[in-house]
């Protein structure tokens, strides 16, 4: 089981180090109506990173593999796919990057987070962690791996928590933390905040690259 948590690592923190929902959560935890909406925000993350990664679990388990070997093609072959999406991505994360000088340009829905009620903020945590195509990906290519593996229910139960615990860990720590203590965080929340805006696109050409290869390699290792 611990090998197979490791090779799910990569995906997890991959999930966990999402720029924009970041600036998101944080915006979120600053506003006026933080607490609430706050929380809504990291209700619809939670969701939003369990229900791929298990439905996907539960379907591996019937996809057709070779027998007399531990190859998995039709896993592989998905994971190979996901893996080339992710570095298609990164290239053209790399040609949107803002130029020097230029303030980065930032999806339509920041600008209403300031005023984000619950419902509103539990659908935004939701789509940005089940529909982005690097969080869809990765939480896809897990589910592959955690349903591949020869393991009973407990085991792929306590597999998929330890996944969830960190692919959320990020967003426990803004929100939960902020919510504590959003007075003496304040400043750094902004800071971060800032830092997030200007160089997500950096931020997410990186990460696209490096888990896309992650998973190129997993597929690979498939056959």
């Known amino acids: 089981m611990g ?19 970041l600036l998101a959560a944080i915006t979120l935890v600053l506003s006026p109506r933080g607490n609430a909406a706050g929380l809504g925000f990291l209700g619809g993350w939670l969701l939003g990173v369990i229900v791929p990664v298990l439905v996907v679990t539960t379907l591996a388990g019937l996809l057709p593999e070779s027998t007399g070997d531990a190859s ?15 570095v298609y991505l990164a290239l053209g994360e790399w040609r949107l990057r803002p ?9 339509p ?27 869809l990906a990765l939480g896809v290519g897990a589910g592959l791996t955690v349903g591949g593996a020869d393991f009973q229910l407990r085991e792929v139960m306590l597999v998929l928590l ?6 959320a860990s990020s967003m426990l720590v803004v929100v939960v933390g902020g919510m504590a203590a959003v007075e003496a965080w304040r400043r750094s929340l902004v800071q971060l905040r ?9 931020v997410l050409t990186v ?17």
């Open 207 to 223: 990460l696209y690259l490096v888990l896309g290869v992650t998973l190129v390699g997993a597929g690979i290792s498939a056959y």
């Open 3 to 21: 090998s197979i948590i490791g090779d799910i690592l990569a995906s997890a923190l991959g999930i966990a180090l999402s720029p924009i929902p």
């Open 109 to 135: 829905w920041v600008a209403a987070l300031e005023s984000m009620t619950v419902p509103q903020g539990l659908a935004l945590g939701f789509g940005l962690a089940a529909l982005a195509p690097k969080n």
């Open 194 to 202: 800032d830092w997030l805006g200007r160089n997500s696109a950096t």
């Open 72 to 86: 998995r093609p039709v896993g592989g072959t998905i994971l190979l796919l996901l893996g080339g999406l992710l």
């Open 99 to 107: 130029q020097p000088g230029k303030a980065p340009v930032l999806p």
């Open 162 to 167: 330890v996944f969830v615990l960190l692919a």
